[in-house]
């Protein structure tokens, strides 16, 4: 309660993106964050579901990053750069983006949470296509394996695979043996 308090007098009970004053609520920056209001943001319904990623973005609603993003609120010229990287595919994104300004610390905090969105995503093959649990996929060069004293060659078929908790690996059995092998250096069958 203390947090709401603090971001309604700071933001004078508006939406730090929009400016809207209805439907207002308190959302942590991620990855890390302590409730506080250094390091959260107070933003209406719309935006939130929007930065939630419960709903499509709206491009035209999200007009108003170009104005969110030159608040002095650490917190929320976060968030505004994370929001105008993933419409980093719209023109106007883009100018903004290339004029933001963001203190050395505050870009590693707005990169670090750009990293973890994407380590959450869809696991991928060498060519982009998405792996899933139970897919069959070649081996595209030699790999070594760690402690199993065998190389695993270019060309083996590894069938019916297992996603981990990293998009970046697989698990999947070579010559026998369990083991966990990049996604980037395979192809899906």
């Not at 491009?59 to 917190?75: G, I």
């Not at 998405?130 to 270019?154: R, Y």
Request: net charge negative; proline share 3%.
């Amino acid at each position: 309660m203390v947090t709401e308090q603090a971001l309604k007098q700071r933001s004078n009970s508006s939406c730090e993106f929009c400016t809207s004053t209805d439907n207002l609520a308190v959302h942590p920056v991620p990855p890390t964050s302590d409730l506080s209001a250094q390091q959260s943001i107070y933003l209406c319904d719309t935006c939130l579901a929007q930065v939630e990623g419960t709903v499509a973005l709206d491009v035209n609603h999200l007009r108003c990053l170009t104005d969110a993003m030159w608040n002095q609120e650490p917190a929320v010229q976060v968030m505004a750069y994370r929001m105008l990287h993933k419409l980093s595919a719209e023109s106007w994104a883009q100018d903004a983006l290339a004029m933001i300004y963001l203190e050395d610390d505050v870009k590693t905090w707005a990169e670090q949470g750009i990293a973890a969105a994407e380590r959450e995503g869809p696991t991928r093959d060498s060519n982009g296509a998405e792996l899933q649990d139970g897919d069959n996929v070649t081996l595209i060069k030699d790999l070594k394996v760690k402690g199993a004293n065998f190389t695993a060659k270019q060309g083996t078929m590894v069938r019916g695979i297992s996603l981990t908790d990293n998009p970046e690996h697989i698990e999947g059995k070579v010559n026998g043996t369990r083991i966990v092998l990049v996604a980037a250096y395979l192809k899906k069958a």
